[in-house]
């Protein structure tokens, strides 16, 4: 409960600063809604009625209604300004404060929250729900508002003029309560039953409709069988549990809805009303429609103000969810701030070793590397040998578990880190495109479109990675959108130039230290033979790392590192390690021994 | 279903018509109470079966019925979705109907048949009030128009502007979408941290909001109007007027007695609120509408190639294959210019060249996904359109590149159909061949661990490259007598690629096999190369042949070979020359 309205609180504060103006009409509006509709339901209905019935003059009804309509004249106006320009127009703040917050964590979490499967599961339920949990509370919002008006003003209304109204009014909602119990009971274990079915059901469905799995299923037309006959299976199940189910829910639905509702209300409430009305004459006829007529809005009102607290805890689950994720501390933050000097520094790994989480085998085993500034490392190995992990720590991507990563003889850990990830280049095989201009897409930072100075450096790099005659190609030059996600016109790269691109933002950002994670593996020869140059063109005067299976682009670097499981076994340069006769020979061998033909 | 629209419509206007009419009435006359209980309890008891019923129909029957007809639809979906021809998953404008079509679609055809039946008992329940209203009184039904006007005619204006607006507003919205994408991928994520394309995002996301704000701003004035006059058609004319009118009738001419002005009033908040479900009835009748459309669209399609065309059985041998001028056009785009090429039963070729020289795309002319523009491929003299596709098929045991793993066990994933304990055997071969074998058995249930956590918590997921290994060894499990294998290595290391060649030449003996490669040392070991550029051959040959024409694959070959040889080009030639 406690934590419920702190939630909220916490929600209602967010969306107060972000746009206080709609947060009021909110209010407003409800408000204004349960209030109209009182005034023109009960009041002016029964002063029409009473009119008539006591036969008072003309005038007083008509300025009675009148006065409801002129209400109704300003009210709509203000309504219309409010769906059509107010809620438009900072409905997406609203989502964007929740949203910015969201963002700016995701951003700078730990890399490792996304191997986390149960992390990950929050972070992609805490960003899709979003936009859901202010709409919910806004509705709860409404909701409460309505609910409580509704008992300021139809239920005085019954206490002043027919308070034993009220106790049929609770009973039946009382009762019809306590029913939707057993119901909601009832659904829940049918939906218990059903869930890992439609689960089933989704996934054979998606199977049979998602483009990937078509040249399967034309291939090994049994494999479609198998899944058809599931989904079929499925659903005779489901049938099965419905019908169970059926008869005891049909049941209890009556009571609610006859026994508990109409049999009370229109029934018992009515001969209580025309029994006081025509026996005892102690109430007048319009009174006694009005009070039938409202016997529903004052059950929804009931009704509704019981739902709030349920509505309101579900949605807090998902705050707190949210909050989880905003308040995550991340582990990789900059000890102190550090700034990186002007010339390369050495490189130095100490004795590292590294594991992606406590229970599963190092991948890494006290590493113990220089790199001496300007030198090419190649870094050599089998699947799974960790390599990528290794750079991914120089890239301060996660930290080790033990040792000591140095650049220029000070802790990694202890540079500013924006500032030390500047300083690194990458190149890595999965690299994305992102649907922007193509200036956007190698500058990666906010750019001012008419800088001079940016545009001459984009395009120099362009002309550096390969790019320079597709550049030249495009009628837009720097400013073509890539992706057709949001311009008809915008241009999809293929694998290769995408990598061009790639490559581009390394040069532009001019870098001191390369890494370069199999840039190359999705390439025909020629396009690898050409990355290759560029490559080996951006990596004068750097340190360079170089991750690659085609050892004969790794064969001219300075020195090649073997890793096996997680330890450098061998190192040296190629005619080193060719003369050592182990491992890298071996592989060599492996690779180049064909060549000889 | 249609019984219980109309009954919860006959409820509501009976409540606020007969009955009220009836018991105010009776009070006015000063029945006795006696007799106005005996017609309370009579309504009583009509109305606890006709809720009974509803109740059974809700409860009971629609559950399993709706079941039921989404087992239908899903019969009928799935039939036809296994016999249209792979291009119409290629073709965008076909599939986004598909998709809309098919997403969810036994909830929307239910949706649909009430919307239908909502349109129809409104109609009926619009006509009944109407003609109640203008029997008790003549202006008072003409009071009912104001909400037709209302909802009708300024709530079409305003779905109008809503259209446009939704409409404009769809590119900043996309925008805002594609950010949460990119910012909760997994993808995106270490660009996040090296790069600052976080502050460009932030930049866009402002951006995009700005542009909804302007867009509002477009139609915000014309809205708010219509808005305003919907409102007031629908709700405050014929509320108040009807309220002014019926106390002038009751108070000055003295012609309505009290009972009729009860109901009049409560008459028309139950009209109008029936106009109102009546116009979104409507409405949304418009967008089922173009479901079904889609739906029907879908249903109707003809394939061009049939999935269950049945046509003469090939047999089991395969002597040859042959492209005679095939040509091939994907989305007006011709890929593929006049190919001819020859295939001898039992020979191992490769096909080689660029990314997009059109080597995916005989391998998928071959397999039937595609049909040729022009020009025919024949098998053993005959053209392939001729065979029985299924059986057809099954003469090539295939390994793509972005083939798919299923929610299935190892061995099903491998055999891609009905397993039992008696195929262990070549399962576990084939992984072996392919190399994965090692893997699957530290995995806790062996050959028969789900793979996926699709359903299965404890389901394995395995790395890309081990993945492929199953992907390929799905290709040596079958016994089949043509082998084709689609970049079976891009994701392994040097030793595993060697080893994986060796055993899919081994593999292959006797059989006619078919690979691409990149690498081009695992190509000189098949008996013919065939190098394409831009959908054309260019060069074919054996390696040895192709080197000596000194062309374009002695060229790719060369750009590959230099760095392991250690030696210039010219030296190469020559080293070549002395071989």
Not at chain 1, 137 to 143: G, N, P, Q, R, Y
Not at chain 1, 525 to 541: D, F, H, Q, R, T
Not at chain 2, 470 to 497: G, N, Q, Y
Request: glycine share 6%; with cysteine; charged share 25%.
């Amino acid at each position: 409960m406690k934590e419920t309205m702190s939630n909220h609180w916490f929600l209602w504060k967010l969306c107060f600063k972000a746009t206080p103006k709609y947060m009021g009409f909110v209010i407003y509006d409800a408000i204004r809604y349960q209030l109209l509709v009182f005034i023109e339901h009960t009041l002016l209905i029964r002063y029409v009625l009473y009119c008539a019935e006591y036969h008072e003059p003309f005038y007083k009804a008509a300025i009675a209604v009148g006065l409801v309509f002129l209400a109704y004249v300003i009210a709509f106006g203000i309504d219309g300004y409010f769906r059509h320009k107010l809620e438009l127009r900072e409905k997406p703040k609203l989502y964007k404060a929740l949203k910015e917050k969201l963002y700016n964590k995701a951003a700078s979490i730990d890399l490792e929250c996304y191997d986390n499967p149960d992390y990950y599961n929050d972070l992609v339920l805490s960003v899709a729900e979003s936009d859901n949990t202010i709409n919910r509370f806004l509705d709860l919002i409404t909701l409460a508002i309505k609910s409580i008006m509704i008992f300021l003003t139809t239920g005085i209304f019954y206490i002043l003029v027919d308070a034993v109204g009220l106790v049929f009014i609770f009973i039946s909602f009382i009762a019809s309560i306590f029913i939707s119990k057993l119901l909601n009971k009832i659904n829940f274990e049918v939906r218990n039953a059903i869930n890992p079915l439609e689960k089933k059901k989704n996934y054979v469905n998606r199977t049979f409709y998602l483009k990937d799995y078509a040249k399967e299923l034309r291939l090994h037309g049994e494999v479609g069988d198998i899944l058809e006959n599931d989904l079929y299976e499925s659903n005779k199940e489901i049938v099965e549990i419905q019908k169970k189910a059926g008869g005891k829910r049909t049941l209890l639905s009556f009571i609610k809805d006859f026994v508990f509702s109409s049999f009370i209300l229109d029934g018992l409430y009515v001969a209580y009303l025309i029994f006081k009305a025509v026996v005892l004459h102690a109430i007048d006829y319009s009174s006694a429609v009005v009070l039938f007529n409202r016997t529903g809005e004052m059950r929804r009102g009931m009704r509704d103000l019981s739902s709030v607290i349920p509505k309101a805890n579900e949605n807090s689950m998902y705050i707190t969810k949210i909050r989880d994720f905003i308040n995550y501390e991340p582990k990789i933050v900059s000890l102190s701030d550090k700034k990186i000097e002007e010339s390369i520094g050495e490189i130095s790994l100490e004795d590292v070793s590294f594991a992606y989480s406590e229970n599963v085998p190092n991948t890494l085993n006290n590493i113990t590397l220089k790199v001496k500034p300007g030198e090419k490392i190649a870094i050599v190995g089998y699947n799974g040998a960790g390599k990528t992990t290794l750079v991914k720590l120089l890239m301060r991507l996660y930290d080790p578990v033990s040792g000591t990563i140095k650049y220029a003889g000070q802790d990694i850990r202890e540079y500013d880190i924006d500032e030390y990830r500047k300083n690194i280049g990458v190149i890595f095989q999965d690299f994305q495109i992102y649907g922007a201009m193509l200036s956007e897409n190698v500058v990666m930072d906010d750019i001012d479109e008419s800088d001079k100075v940016m545009r001459e450096g984009v395009t120099n790099a362009l002309i550096h990675s390969g790019f320079g005659d597709r550049l030249a190609s495009f009628e837009r030059g720097l400013d073509t959108p890539l992706t057709t996600e949001f311009d008809k016109e915008g241009i999809n790269l293929s694998g290769g130039e995408g990598q061009k691109v790639a490559i581009a933002r390394s040069f532009y950002k001019n870098a001191k230290v390369l890494i370069m994670d199999e840039p190359s593996s999705a390439l025909d020869p020629i396009a690898e033979y050409s990355l290759n140059k560029a490559m080996e063109e951006m990596s004068v005067g750097k340190t360079v790392f170089y991750i690659s299976h085609r050892l004969s682009t790794t064969r001219d670097a300075d020195r090649i590192i073997m890793l096996e499981k997680g330890r450098i076994i061998e190192q040296g340069s190629h005619d080193e390690l060719i003369a050592l006769g182990g491992k890298y020979n071996e592989m060599w061998e492996a690779q180049a021994g064909k060549y000889y033909a | 279903m249609a019984l219980m629209r109309f009954v919860g419509y006959f409820e509501w206007l009976f409540y606020s018509a007969f009955f009220m009419r009836y018991v105010i009435n009776a009070m006015e006359q000063g029945k006795s109470f006696e007799r106005i209980m005996t017609f309370l309890v009579i309504t009583l008891v009509v109305f606890s079966l006709i809720t009974l019923y509803n109740n059974y129909i809700e409860n009971s029957f629609l559950p399993a019925q709706k079941v039921r007809i989404s087992d239908k639809l899903s019969r009928m979906l799935i039939a036809k979705n296994r016999n249209v021809d792979i291009s119409c998953f290629e073709d965008s404008d076909f599939y986004d109907k598909y998709t809309l079509a098919t997403e969810n679609a036994d909830v929307r055809l239910c949706d649909t048949v009430n919307e239908i039946w909502g349109i129809v008992c409104g109609a009926i329940s619009a006509v009944f009030a109407f003609v109640y209203m203008f029997e008790i009184d003549k202006m008072i039904g003409l009071f009912v128009l104001f909400p037709i006007v209302g909802n009708f005619f300024f709530g079409s204006l305003l779905s109008k502007i809503e259209f446009n607006r939704n409409k404009d507003m769809a590119i900043h919205n996309r925008r805002i979408l594609y950010i949460n994408r990119v910012m909760y991928m997994k993808e995106y994520s270490k660009e996040l941290r090296l790069t600052k394309v976080f502050s460009m995002i932030k930049t866009h996301y402002d951006e995009a909001i700005q542009g909804i704000s302007d867009v509002t701003g477009k139609y915000s004035f014309k809205g708010s109007i219509l808005h305003w006059l919907k409102c007031m058609f629908t709700f405050c004319i014929i509320f108040e007027g009807s309220f002014l009118y019926g106390a002038y009738r009751a108070l000055v001419s003295k012609t309505m007695p009290l009972s009729v002005l009860a109901v009049v009033t409560s008459m028309m908040v139950a009209s109008s609120w029936i106009l109102i479900y009546f116009a979104d009835a409507i409405a949304n009748s418009l967008k089922f509408g173009l479901f079904v459309d889609n739906l029907r669209g879908f249903l109707e399609h003809e394939p061009s190639i049939a999935e269950d065309y049945d046509g003469i059985d090939p047999g089991d041998t395969i002597e040859k294959i042959e492209f005679r001028n095939v040509s091939f056009s994907y989305k007006d785009k011709e890929i593929i210019h006049d190919m001819s090429l020859e295939i001898i039963g039992g020979k191992t070729y490769a096909l080689v060249g660029h990314n997009g020289a059109g080597k995916s795309t005989i391998i998928k002319l071959l397999m039937r996904f595609y049909d040729p523009t022009s020009g025919a491929i024949y098998l053993n003299g005959r053209d392939i359109k001729e065979y029985n596709l299924q059986k057809y098929r099954r003469l090539f045991a295939t390994a793509f590149q972005e083939q798919q793993i299923f929610a299935m066990s190892v061995k099903d994933n491998v055999l891609m159909r009905k397993t039992t304990n008696e195929d262990d055997g070549v399962v576990i071969e084939a992984l072996k061949l392919a190399g994965v074998y090692d893997k699957v058995q530290t995995l806790k249930n062996g050959i028969d661990t789900m793979l996926t956590k699709e359903f299965d918590n404890d389901g394995a997921v395995l790395s890309g490259g081990e993945f492929q290994k199953i992907v390929v060894a799905r290709a040596f499990v079958m016994d089949s007598p043509a082998k084709i294998f689609d970049e079976p290595s891009s994701a392994l290391d040097p030793i595993s690629e060697n080893q994986l060649f060796e055993n899919i030449m081994n593999n292959g003996k006797g059989k006619t096999m078919l690979f691409i490669s990149h690498r081009l040392s695992s190509v000189q070991n098949a008996d013919w190369v065939f190098m394409l550029e831009n959908g054309r051959v260019i060069e074919e040959g054996t390696h040895k042949m192709l080197l000596d024409q000194n062309g374009v694959y002695a060229d790719m070959y060369e750009k590959q070979a230099v760095n392991y040889l250690a030696v210039s080009e010219n030296e190469l030639r020559g080293r070549r020359e002395l071989v």
